[in-house]
């Protein structure tokens, strides 16, 4: 076998042209990271997390937004995914000519920074979003939650509690149905956030709670706590009042119980039946009056008689009782009053408004007994008016309207004038008072010329006595 030798020159043809490859591999290589760094954005780079190496302005703009239009929204509440959108279903996109004015402008500053080795590199451009906001809200529609079950917040309310029997603060509960305002402000909250960061590179996962709920419309607060506190004061005061009403020495009290029968007792406050307590006002009237009803008046001469005209006695004003009770029942106090009354007498006991005191005239008898505290203190005869219609003695009973002494009588219409020690008027200018030019009282003196105007003629001692015992306003009952 020939051992062939490879001749000195056949290694200088070998190596020049090892390195003709060589030079010629990297001219190549320079040249092709010179084209791919200034006709693409350049190696190792990427925008928000996204690899857009390599790729030019046009086909980086193309990836960033199919990233951007793919890159989910997924909501999580009480531990699981409830549901999830896209950005290109929620309606979101990013500005084309922005976002491509900012790739070619990244592109040019990289070109102008050659380097032969790269280093990674993560870029942050300026965007701009556009959305579509009625896409927007189809997609956060209340109604793509609905795949678990939901309840209304309640509001903190005040309620009346028949088992503790007062006012409770109800707090407010707060339910988990969507408010879809709430819901559309804090997903735009959040999205602003990540996509300062992150506007390319992950899904945006969002819990749901309170902050997407609806709320309450009223929350517990002082104000509530106050009208409660208030509530119950006012329901213990109506539970612990009693008014005792005066008629002399008789009372008729009114009860806590009857008073609670009054209560309407809603959620949103107290009042009283105020047509119940005007009826319990009316009984009592209907009761109590006095005046302006026929009297039932047992005589001294032991006869039972009515007398119609009935001027004299007590008569409760009902409005003004009414006003009145409904204050004191507020009070909480145990109250003892008369009733408010627009007409009274002197003295009562009940329902006898005389309670012993009282003139008493018989016009047949022509009589006059006068009582004090039950108590006989005198009696006359007496001469009344004549009995005809102009002049006779009105039969009734009527306060005595005041006292005069001395007094002047006098009447046009009968052309007199005479002077009286006593006088005592009770109705339409009559009245008692002496009368010194009688001879006599009594009898049927008064059927003849002898007859008073009206007025009830007495002796001067007597007319004295009567005068000197009672005051304005003492019951006369004449019959």
């Known amino acids: 076998m020939t ?78 995914d409830v ?51 009625n896409q927007e809200k189809t997609a956060l529609a209340a109604e793509n939650f609905d795949n678990k079950e939901r309840t209304e917040s309640a509001d903190a309310h005040i309620r009346y509690s028949k088992k ?48 997407v709920y609806r709320q309450p419309d009223i929350e517990e607060s002082g104000e509530m706590k106050q009208k409660v506190k208030k509530l119950n004061s006012l329901l213990k005061k ?9 008629f002399g020495e008789e009372t008729q009290v009114l009860e806590s119980d009857t008073i609670s029968s009054w209560l ?28 302006y009803v026929p009297r039932a008046f047992h005589t001294s001469l032991g006869t039972d008689v009515t007398v119609s005209d009935n001027e004299y006695g007590y008569r409760i004003d009902q409005d003004a009782e009414l006003t009145q009770l409904l204050e004191d029942l507020k009070s909480g106090e145990n109250i ?48 009344s008016g004549a009995p005809t219609a102009e002049r006779e003695t009105y039969r009734g009973a009527w306060p005595i309207a005041y006292k005069a002494s001395p007094f002047t009588l006098s009447s046009d219409e009968y052309g007199y004038a005479v002077n009286v020690k006593y006088w005592m008027p009770f109705v339409y200018g009559q009245g008692l008072h002496d009368a010194s030019w009688q001879s006599a009282f009594g009898g049927n003196r008064y059927k003849t010329g002898n007859g008073s105007h009206g007025c009830i003629n007495l002796p001067e001692d ?18």
Not at 183 to 193: A, I, P, Q, S
Not at 343 to 361: F, P
Request: net charge negative; glycine share 6%; hydrophobic share 35%.
């Open 3 to 80: 051992k062939k030798t490879i001749t000195k020159r056949t290694w200088k043809l070998l190596l020049g042209i090892c390195i003709a490859a060589v030079l010629s591999i990297g001219i190549g290589l320079f040249a092709y990271i010179h084209m791919i760094d200034t006709k693409t954005l350049g190696r190792k780079i990427s925008i928000y997390g996204l690899d857009v190496s390599k790729l030019t302005a046009e086909k980086a703009q193309q990836k960033i937004n199919e990233a951007f239009h793919n890159k989910n929204i997924i909501f999580h509440e009480d531990g699981e």
């Open 83 to 133: 549901y999830s959108v896209s950005m290109a279903q929620l309606g979101y996109s990013l500005e084309q000519d922005s976002l491509r004015n900012e790739l070619e402008t990244l592109q040019q500053e990289r070109s102008q920074d050659f380097r032969l080795f790269a280093s990674e590199k993560d870029y942050t451009i300026d965007y701009q979003i556009i959305k579509n906001e």
């Open 164 to 211: 503790k029997k007062k006012y409770i603060l109800v707090k407010q509960v707060q339910g988990n149905q969507i408010d879809e305002n709430r819901l559309l402000n804090y997903v735009e909250e959040t999205l602003e956030k990540n996509f300062k960061t992150k506007l390319l590179a992950s899904d945006v996962k969002i819990n749901l709670g309170e902050e």
């Open 238 to 246: 109506y539970r612990s009042t009693t008014v005792t009403y005066l």
């Open 264 to 291: 309407q007792i809603k959620n949103s406050g107290i009042s009283l039946d105020k047509d119940a307590v005007a009826d319990y006002i009316s009984n009592m009237a209907n009761k109590y009056n006095t005046i």
């Open 336 to 383: 003892s009053r008369e009733p408010v009354y627009s007409s009274s007498g002197m003295k009562r006991n009940g329902t006898d408004d005389l309670a012993g005191s009282y003139i008493e005239v018989s016009l047949d008898s022509q009589h006059l007994w006068l009582y004090k505290d039950g108590a006989l203190v005198t009696e006359t005869d007496i001469v």
């Open 462 to 479: 007597q007319a004295a006595l009567i005068y000197n015992t009672i005051d304005g306003g003492y019951p006369i009952i004449i019959y």
